[in-house]
């Protein structure tokens, strides 16, 4: 029976309207069990199961709807967030909205799950969308309450403010310089570059010596992945830092 958590549900026929060129060659499910004999890391299986091959179409019907809503979701959270510029709405009742909006997804999205749609990434599924709108409308909440609210309180709310805006302070650089990080971090650009220097093979670069035959040959693959993840965050947010430091801001 096929449920929209199998993998083969991840897969379309090589027949598409924009072509093989506009859909993923490598998607996740090729490490999953039935693909790999490592799983999670990629040892494909030999006799494995013809929709291990098969490409991987990211923007279907269910995932731009699942997007489309999610658009609207915080363009709602929005909303309640400039009530107190344009109505005068009180902190207070502003933290209710948000908190009334959090559990209202949260429990439509335990539904949703309950009635056979699990969460599922790669599909955006209408429950990956309820339940993470609702951990980032918590998280929103949190700073709300934490940096907006605290700051125009009492001497022990602006001490609060200070606390959280120096541990928040790292996500301040990096949305500072959101597309340069964005374009250089996110989409590996400069991973890529340094990866066009290599001794023979294409595989016989730094990156693939420092996370594979360093950190996985040593940690396994998941330790390994997790720390090369960690460090690569910490690189950027230092980059970051030092962006800010300089006054350097890259804008479209």
């Known amino acids: 029976m096929l449920t929209l958590n199998s993998s083969i549900c991840m897969c379309i026929n090589s027949e598409s309207r924009l072509g093989l060129h506009h859909m993923y060659k490598e998607p996740t499910y090729i490490r ?29 019907m269910l995932g731009t709807l699942s997007g489309a809503c999610s658009g609207f979701l915080g363009l709602q959270i929005g909303h309640i967030l400039q009530a107190n510029r344009y109505y ?6 502003i933290l209710s909205h948000l908190m009334g909006s959090m559990f209202s ?38 700073f709300y309450a934490s940096l907006d609210v605290a700051s125009i309180g009492n001497s022990m709310g602006q001490r609060t403010f200070g606390i ?45 010596w420092f996370r594979e035959d360093f950190l996985q040959e040593d940690l396994g693959f998941s330790g390994g992945i997790l720390l ?13 830092f030092w962006l800010d430091y300089k006054g350097i801001y890259y804008k479209i």
């Open 32 to 60: 999953s069990k039935e693909c790999s004999s490592c799983s999670p890391a990629e040892c494909p299986i030999e006799n494995a199961p013809q929709w291990c091959e098969k490409p991987f179409d990211p923007e279907g």
């Open 228 to 240: 090369y993840t960690f460090i690569k965050i910490t690189f950027w947010v230092c980059v970051a």
């Open 164 to 208: 959280v805006l120096a541990c928040i302070s790292p996500l301040l650089w990096v949305g500072r310089n959101a597309i340069f990080i964005f374009v250089f971090a996110a989409c590996d650009v400069l991973t890529d570059i340094i990866t066009w220097v290599h001794t023979g093979s294409k595989e016989n670069n730094l990156v693939h």
């Open 88 to 93: 005068r709405t009180p902190p207070e009742r």
């Open 105 to 142: 997804m949260l429990a439509l999205g335990v539904v949703v799950i309950g009635a056979g749609m699990p969460l599922n990434k790669n599909l955006y599924t209408s429950s990956y969308m309820l339940v993470t709108a609702a951990v980032a409308t918590f998280f929103l909440m949190t």
